[in-house]
T-cell receptor
Framework: NAGVMQNPRHLVRRRGQEARLRCSPMKGHSHVYWYRQLPEEGLKFMVYLQKENIIDESGMPKERFSAEFPKEGPSILRIQQVVRGDSAAYFC??????????????FGQGTRLTVV | AQKITQTQPGMFVQEKEAVTLDCTYDTSDPSYGLFWYKQPSSGEMIFLIYQGSYDQQNATEGRYSLNFQKARKSANLVISASQLGDSAMYFCAMREGGNTDKLIFGTGTRLQVFP
């Protein structure tokens, strides 16, 4: 029973390039959450998606960042024209329903993006 | 606004001793959940323990227990009989009730266990 799978684990991009981060939720899970962890900081919520729908994107930067969770395939977090400040660890979490109070968030191992 | 505060950037503990990691929170919602996660140097986020705002008893999971003091809005993690493998970052997080799904994380405490 595979957990949340993120790839790549490490991604290096030059300034101005695009970064695509993929997240395959746990089997049977249709809710996906993306978080960003800047160096020496805690995780910050970015976006919550269900299949084909963005439910809450209150933590997403207004420009250059987008996320999708298509009917088939993984969820994608896309960062266009990356800048050095985008260097961070990006975590995906999944659940099988709208998170209730005690729903544990199952996290992937994260993608570490380095912008050079 | 909801907020999680971890005031200890780093903690040291000797192997086999107990250690307490502090966490305070701020919310106006009477219904909320509190979580602790461990992040080892490999980077993954490992769920440790959960405490609900209406739970009557403090949560326990093996060597982990949560010292929940609702009036003080604190949810400290207690690790008993520390092991070298406990060395990691520890994050406290909160989820409020209603339709809010996101977790709000503190800045973390780096725990180092020495022999």
């Amino acid at each position: 029973n595979a957990g949340v799978m993120q790839n790549p684990r490490h991604l290096v991009r030059r300034r101005g390039q695009e970064a695509r981060l993929r997240c395959s939720p746990m089997k049977g899970h249709s809710h996906v959450y993306w978080y960003r962890q800047l160096p020496e900081e805690g995780l910050k919520f970015m976006v919550y998606l269900q299949k084909e729908n963005i439910i809450d994107e209150s933590g997403m930067p207004k420009e250059r960042f987008s996320a999708e969770f298509p009917k088939e395939g993984p969820s994608i977090l896309r960062i266009q024209q990356v800048v050095r400040g985008d260097s961070a660890a990006y975590f995906c979490a999944s659940s099988d329903r709208l998170a209730s109070m005690n729903t544990e968030a199952f996290f992937g191992q994260g993608t570490r993006l380095t912008v050079v | 606004a909801q907020k999680i505060t971890q005031t200890q950037p780093g903690m040291f503990v000797q192997e086999k001793e107990a250690v307490t990691l502090d966490c305070t929170y701020d919310t106006s919602d009477p219904s909320y959940g509190l979580f602790w996660y461990k992040q080892p140097s490999s980077g993954e986020m490992i769920f440790l323990i959960y405490q609900g705002s209406y739970d009557q008893q403090n949560a326990t999971e093996g060597r982990y227990s949560l010292n929940f003091q609702k009036a003080r809005k604190s949810a400290n993690l207690v690790i008993s009989a520390s092991q070298l493998g406990d060395s990691a970052m520890y994050f406290c997080a909160m989820r409020e009730g209603g339709n809010t799904d996101k977790l709000i994380f503190g800045t973390g405490t780096r725990l180092q266990v020495f022999p």
